[in-house]
């Protein structure tokens, strides 16, 4: 079973527009992590956040992880039409390199 | 090239052949993974590797082959191929730092099985 979910499944923004997404888990981590998937290309890390981190930021990114609720959030500010893709959450609950990906986020962002 | 390569990038076979999926790495990062992408269920992880001669298995490993001989190579085998094999492979490698894994993704193979 899917370790993280991601919500909204779709999400369809002007650009300009703040995007949010969320991911939920389901069991303890060591860290979650953030990657991006453009249509037909393989994933790109976006940014980790480790298990006793709250907020972390990289340019245009802000994620934040509550531990209690087992639940992260990705926020793209200032959305752009490059910013078009799929966003995925990854955990690695298990064990170092069973790091297990939700179903992603399909962000749409029209100019 | 610097960076991870997949070959091949699209492959068509039919149920019941074997199909390998060579993927190649030239950061001698220790880690090397293999996820399958399907419509609906999102990435899902077959096989890993810690370092040559160590592998574990993922989500989905039924199946599927792997080995690791070097460490730059990991190739994934199907031994005998099925309609449900039908998917987009993804082969990642990675370098443990503090903090955790980050993986870095080749191009992908679309593989059908007809």
């Not at chain 2, 370092?51 to 574990?56: C, L, R, V």
């Amino acid at each position: 079973s899917q370790q993280g979910e991601e919500d909204p499944q779709a999400l369809s923004i002007q650009e300009g527009e703040n995007a949010t997404m969320n991911c939920s888990y389901k069991t303890s981590i060591n860290n979650l992590q953030w990657y991006r998937q453009n249509s037909g290309r393989g994933l790109v890390h976006l940014i980790l956040i480790r298990s006793n981190e709250r907020e972390k930021h990289s340019g245009r990114l802000r994620v934040t992880l509550d531990t209690s609720k087992k639940s992260s959030s990705l926020l793209i500010t200032a959305s752009r039409a490059a910013d078009t893709a799929s966003y995925f959450c990854a955990t690695d609950a298990r064990s170092q390199g069973n790091l297990i990906f939700g179903k992603g986020t399909k962000l749409s962002v029209k100019p | 090239d610097a960076g991870i390569t997949q070959s091949p990038r699209y492959k068509i076979t039919e149920t019941g052949r074997q199909v390998t999926l060579m993927c190649h790495q030239t950061w001698s990062h220790s880690y090397m993974f293999w996820y399958r992408q399907d419509l609906g269920h999102g990435l899902r992880l077959i096989y890993y590797s810690a370092a040559a001669d160590i592998t574990d298995k993922g989500e989905v490993p039924d199946g599927y082959v792997v080995s690791r001989s070097k460490t730059e190579n990991f190739p994934l085998t199907l031994e005998s191929a099925t309609r449900s094999q039908t998917s987009v492979y993804f082969c990642a490698s990675s370098e443990p730092r503090t903090g955790g894994l980050e993986l870095f993704f080749g191009s992908g193979t679309q593989l059908s099985v007809l």
